[in-house]
């Protein structure tokens, strides 16, 4: 398997970069929280091994970077130490359309702070006028009210929920509540709007 390269994209507080395999014991640090994963889907990391192979297996076989904090906003983890995912994928729902799905992933410890709203907005500038994607699709469960406010603040629309549609690690079939963003749509949201 060859490894995607991502590009570092900054913000005024984040460097987004992309995954190295010595970052396993950090995502396994927040991977491990039962308020984490199941919210996106995926069960908490069992041990430090597996997080190491969803770093080699997933993230670095995928769009998705490792969001960190510039020196002068670690409070109290190391510079360069991720504490959070964000990622594109392939958007099923929009076969032959150059349209991404965005997911993400955030560290309990840094909840309510707006760290992945201003990932999430600087992802949407990377898809949008580097990759010249035509649309950005987003889906989370009708629980997660704290992504939908990331989804919200970041300009999303919501198109509808998709009932009984994504099988969760433990087996259950949940709903996801589906939302997009043109490209019209984020220039008129963003249009002259510094995005690092």
Known sequence: MSRIKVPVLETERLILRGWKRRDAAALYDYARDPQVGPNAGWKPHAGVGESRMIITSLFQQNTTWAITLKPDFAEGVPADTPIGSIGFETDAYRPNINS???????????????????????LLAYGFEELDLSSVMIRTGEANERSQRVISKCGFRYEGTLRQCYRMYDGQIRDSRVYSMLRGEYQELYGGEDMA
């Open 100 to 122: 991404r799905e965005m997911g993400y992933s955030l560290s309990r410890a840094f909840w309510g702070r707006g760290i992945m709203t201003e990932a999430a907005r600087r």
